[in-house]
Structures are given as structure tokens and as C-alpha cells.
């Protein structure tokens, strides 16, 4: 009795004390000269995201091509991410991030000039490659700031700059492509990220870089990474996940009521996401990563099923919102628990390696899923989309299953001898 009502009132302490931490994650943000570039990045390229459906003109080009324009961002990030991952292990984090955001500038002033399909998927590819330089580097940069007791919650609280940045550039595009022009979200884009390589130039700081002499070769940090079967099992949900999200943004803004109100919608669910990361990140430390790991992809897959059966049931929506809400909550849980388990098995001489794995796969997700969305959109319609996805959820965690083994512990990271990672 005593000790669940310890227990009880240390959950109350946690989520009270959490609460302020949330209240003051924008502050943390803010405060952080990594987590501004990260934000400045990822709002720059969430003003090209949400226009760049749009620009292309729908008369003109199938859904399939625009998939193709699409997906040439992540084949160029898949190709290169790993070559920066080495790179950023060898000669440091820091400048990759500046000179990637004056290539992004340069870039989102380029998608101005024309709209011919050769020049985008060009001008899209070269800014996955400027993409691979940020991502992968400030990934890196985290791990190294991190320990396993706080990995969780600074996943999460970089989360919440990658993802709050999107929210205010696909929130911004929405405005400015109904009140001003549709090349506008692009000129402003370009003077953002520039603002974004300045100030990382002049404020980030990377921790000594003493063991780059002796860094592991790529074959050494994946034979280390990959020693625990769990960090292979992430890798399918990854994909799968991903291949979805590259569904929704490539096609929301086209078929949405309206730019503004597409705007809304998208920034609304992603403002969702990046407030509650740092959350599911912390529960990830106090209570283990595989738990809140399998919490996300079965709320997925829940939501998956209420949206199918909604949308082929004559019952209200009101009576499918609380399973919305609970399914659509418990999904966010995945990618703070996933990102913390990540940086867990990363060995310290390989982290940029092991982040450039990571991004390969989250690169192959958002190629497939413009093209698989644009293929079944022009032969099966806007449903077959829920059903590709539902499908394709469930393949991926039936495969991490068996590679991780049918362990459904809450396991927490094992520290090294040393105590840290």
C-alpha cells in the first residue's frame, strides 16, 4: 500500500515537474544555437514543401510526375547522407551545417526560375544533398551533447525545433501563397535559411573533437550498431512510417480545399507532434524506449483501421473521435523512443556513420511514398492511400518482430563501463 502510493505520488511529481519542463521547451530551443539552425532549416524547407506541390501546375503534369519531382530530394539525401555521416565523424559537425544551409539558399531562390520537370528534379536533388549535410551533422551534435539518462528528452526537444519549424513554414507558406504570390514562400525561404547559415556560422560550438584521429571505419560502426538485434528491428518501422508521411505531404497541399486551409490542417497536426516529443521523449528515459516504441506503431496501426472503417461506416464522426484521439496520440510516442535508442547503440567514433544509416532509411521511406501515392492515386484513388498504408504499417512490424525477437520487455538502454554513450 505504502509503496504504490510512493509510486503514485512519484508519477505526480514527474508530470508536474514535466509540465514545467514542456512550458519551458521553446525557451530551451530559443536558448540553444544548434536547435535555432536546426528550427531556421527546417522552417525554410517547410515553406518549400508545402508550396512546391502547388507550383507545379496540376493541368500540366500527372501525379506520378509530381511524385518524381518529389522524390528526387530524398534519393539525393539517401545517396549522400552516409558519405556526410563519415565525413562529419572525421572533420567535425559543425561546418556541415552552415554550408548546407548557404546551398538550401541558394537553391529555394533557384525553384523561381522555371518549372520545367528536368530543372526541379535537379534543383530538388542538389537540396537533399544540402539536406544530408544538416541532418546528419546536427543528429551527430546531439548524440555527442547527450547521455542514456537524457538522450529521450533531447531527441525530443530537437524534435520539437526539426518538427516546430515545419509547422511555421507550412503555416507561413499557407499565407503567403493566399495573400501574396506563389513564388513568395521561396524568396523567403532562401533569406531564412541564409539567416540560418550566419547565425550557425557565428553560435554553434561543437564539443572537442580529440578522437577524430581514431574514428571507426563504416564497416566497424555498423557491425557495433547492428550487434543488438534491436537496432536492426527499428530500421523496417522507419520505413514504413515514413513512406506514409512522404505520402501526406507530397499530395495534402494538391488536394486540399484550399492552400490556407491546407496550410492549417498539415501545420496543425505537425504542431501536435513537435509539442508532445519532448514528452514521449522523457517517458522513453524514465520508463524504456521499447515500450513507448511499441505503444507508437500500435496506435498507428489502430489509427490506420478507425480512419478505414470511419470512412466506410455511415456512423457519425463523432462517434470514431475518441479512438482518433487516443490512437492519433499514443502514434507520436515512436520517433523520440526510436531517435534515444538510436543514439543509445551509436558507438562514440561512429555517430555521424551511425546517424547517416538513419537517414538513408528515412530517405527511402520519403522516395517511395511520392511515387507509390502518385501511382495509386491516378489508378485507385485517394482510399487506396489508407490501405497502402495500413498494409504496409503491419509488414513492417511483423519483420521488426522477428529481427528484434518477440521481446515485448521494457527494456531500458544498458549504460557502457564507462557509464555514458
Same mark, same amino acid.
Given at each position: 500500500?505504502?509503496?504504490?502510493?510512493?509510486?503514485?505520488?512519484?508519477?505526480?511529481?514527474?508530470?508536474?515537474?514535466?509540465?514545467?519542463?514542456?512550458?519551458?521547451?521553446?525557451?530551451?530551443?530559443?536558448?540553444?544555437?544548434?536547435?535555432?539552425?536546426?528550427?531556421?532549416?527546417?522552417?525554410?524547407?517547410?515553406?518549400?514543401?508545402?508550396?512546391?506541390?502547388?507550383?507545379?501546375?496540376?493541368?500540366?503534369?500527372?501525379?506520378?510526375?509530381?511524385?518524381?519531382?518529389?522524390?528526387?530530394?530524398?534519393?539525393?539525401?539517401?545517396?549522400?547522407?552516409?558519405?556526410?555521416?563519415?565525413?562529419?565523424?572525421?572533420?567535425?559537425?559543425?561546418?556541415?551545417?552552415?554550408?548546407?544551409?548557404?546551398?538550401?539558399?541558394?537553391?529555394?531562390?533557384?525553384?523561381?526560375?522555371?518549372?520545367?520537370?528536368?530543372?526541379?528534379?535537379?534543383?530538388?536533388?542538389?537540396?537533399?544533398?544540402?539536406?544530408?549535410?544538416?541532418?546528419?551533422?546536427?543528429?551527430?551534435?546531439?548524440?555527442?551533447?547527450?547521455?542514456?539518462?537524457?538522450?529521450?528528452?533531447?531527441?525530443?526537444?530537437?524534435?520539437?525545433?526539426?518538427?516546430?519549424?515545419?509547422?511555421?513554414?507550412?503555416?507561413?507558406?499557407?499565407?503567403?501563397?493566399?495573400?501574396?504570390?506563389?513564388?513568395?514562400?521561396?524568396?523567403?525561404?532562401?533569406?531564412?535559411?541564409?539567416?540560418?547559415?550566419?547565425?550557425?556560422?557565428?553560435?554553434?560550438?561543437?564539443?572537442?573533437?580529440?578522437?577524430?584521429?581514431?574514428?571507426?571505419?563504416?564497416?566497424?560502426?555498423?557491425?557495433?550498431?547492428?550487434?543488438?538485434?534491436?537496432?536492426?528491428?527499428?530500421?523496417?518501422?522507419?520505413?514504413?512510417?515514413?513512406?506514409?508521411?512522404?505520402?501526406?505531404?507530397?499530395?495534402?497541399?494538391?488536394?486540399?480545399?484550399?492552400?490556407?486551409?491546407?496550410?492549417?490542417?498539415?501545420?496543425?497536426?505537425?504542431?501536435?507532434?513537435?509539442?508532445?516529443?519532448?514528452?514521449? +521523449?522523457? $517517458?522513453? !528515459?524514465?520508463? *524504456?524506449?521499447?515500450? %513507448?516504441?511499441?505503444? /507508437?506503431?500500435?496506435? &498507428? @496501426?489502430?489509427?490506420?483501421?478507425?480512419?478505414?472503417?470511419?470512412?466506410?461506416?455511415?456512423?457519425?464522426?463523432?462517434?470514431?473521435?475518441?479512438?482518433?484521439?487516443?490512437?492519433?496520440?499514443?502514434?507520436?510516442?515512436?520517433?523520440?523512443?526510436?531517435?534515444?535508442?538510436?543514439?543509445?547503440?551509436?558507438?562514440?567514433?561512429?555517430?555521424?556513420?551511425?546517424?547517416?544509416?538513419?537517414?538513408?532509411?528515412?530517405?527511402?521511406?520519403?522516395?517511395?511514398?511520392?511515387?507509390?501515392? +502518385?501511382? $495509386?492515386? !491516378?489508378?485507385? *484513388?485517394?482510399?487506396? %492511400?489508407?490501405?497502402? /498504408?495500413?498494409?504496409? &504499417? @503491419?509488414?513492417?512490424?511483423?519483420?521488426?518482430?522477428?529481427?528484434?525477437?518477440?521481446?515485448?520487455?521494457?527494456?531500458r538502454p544498458r549504460p557502457t563501463k564507462s557509464g555514458k554513450q
Amino acid at each position: 500500500m505504502v509503496e504504490r502510493t510512493a509510486n503514485r505520488m512519484d508519477r505526480r511529481t514527474v508530470s508536474n515537474n514535466y509540465a514545467k519542463q514542456l512550458s519551458r521547451t521553446g525557451s530551451i530551443v530559443l536558448g540553444s544555437p544548434l536547435y535555432v539552425s536546426v528550427f531556421l532549416m527546417r522552417f525554410s524547407f517547410g515553406l518549400v514543401l508545402f508550396t512546391l506541390p502547388i507550383y507545379i501546375p496540376k493541368a500540366e503534369f500527372s501525379n506520378f510526375t509530381v511524385g518524381l519531382i518529389i522524390a528526387a530530394y530524398p534519393v539525393a539525401e539517401t545517396i549522400t547522407c552516409p558519405v556526410f555521416g563519415i565525413l562529419a565523424d572525421r572533420f567535425g559537425r559543425r561546418k556541415w551545417i552552415y554550408i548546407g544551409l548557404v546551398i538550401a539558399s541558394a537553391l529555394l531562390f533557384a525553384f523561381t526560375l522555371s518549372t520545367e520537370v528536368r530543372y526541379l528534379i535537379i534543383i530538388h536533388g542538389i537540396q537533399g544533398v544540402a539536406a544530408a549535410m544538416i541532418i546528419v551533422s546536427t543528429l551527430a551534435m546531439v548524440t555527442d551533447v547527450s547521455t542514456v539518462s537524457n538522450r529521450g528528452r533531447e531527441m525530443g526537444i530537437y524534435d520539437f525545433a526539426n518538427l516546430g519549424g515545419y509547422v511555421a513554414g507550412i503555416f507561413v507558406a499557407g499565407l503567403l501563397v493566399q495573400t501574396h504570390f506563389l513564388l513568395a514562400p521561396f524568396y523567403f525561404g532562401s533569406a531564412l535559411a541564409l539567416v540560418g547559415a550566419i547565425f550557425a556560422y557565428r553560435k554553434v560550438k561543437e564539443k572537442s573533437g580529440e578522437w577524430r584521429s581514431r574514428v571507426l571505419s563504416p564497416l566497424q560502426t555498423l557491425r557495433i550498431l547492428f550487434r543488438d538485434r534491436r537496432a536492426a528491428g527499428m530500421f523496417p518501422i522507419w520505413l514504413s512510417v515514413t513512406t506514409f508521411i512522404g505520402m501526406v505531404l507530397s499530395f495534402g497541399p494538391r488536394f486540399g480545399p484550399s492552400p490556407l486551409l491546407s496550410s492549417f490542417a498539415l501545420a496543425g497536426g505537425v504542431l501536435v507532434l513537435a509539442i508532445t516529443q519532448p514528452y514521449f +521523449g522523457h $517517458l522513453s !528515459d524514465t520508463h *524504456g524506449r521499447d515500450r %513507448l516504441m511499441m505503444l /507508437g506503431m500500435l496506435s &498507428l @496501426i489502430g489509427l490506420f483501421v478507425t480512419v478505414i472503417v470511419m470512412l466506410r461506416s455511415r456512423l457519425s464522426w463523432l462517434f470514431f473521435t475518441p479512438f482518433l484521439a487516443m490512437f492519433g496520440m499514443g502514434s507520436l510516442a515512436f520517433a523520440p523512443a526510436a531517435l534515444a535508442l538510436l543514439g543509445d547503440f551509436a558507438p562514440e567514433r561512429g555517430r555521424g556513420t551511425t546517424m547517416g544509416v538513419y537517414s538513408v532509411v528515412i530517405s527511402l521511406g520519403t522516395i517511395i511514398g511520392p511515387l507509390l501515392g +502518385g501511382y $495509386l492515386l !491516378d489508378r485507385y *484513388g485517394l482510399s487506396s %492511400l489508407l490501405y497502402a /498504408g495500413l498494409v504496409i &504499417l @503491419i509488414a513492417a512490424l511483423a519483420i521488426a518482430i522477428i529481427l528484434a525477437g518477440p521481446n515485448f520487455n521494457a527494456l531500458r538502454p544498458r549504460p557502457t563501463k564507462s557509464g555514458k554513450q
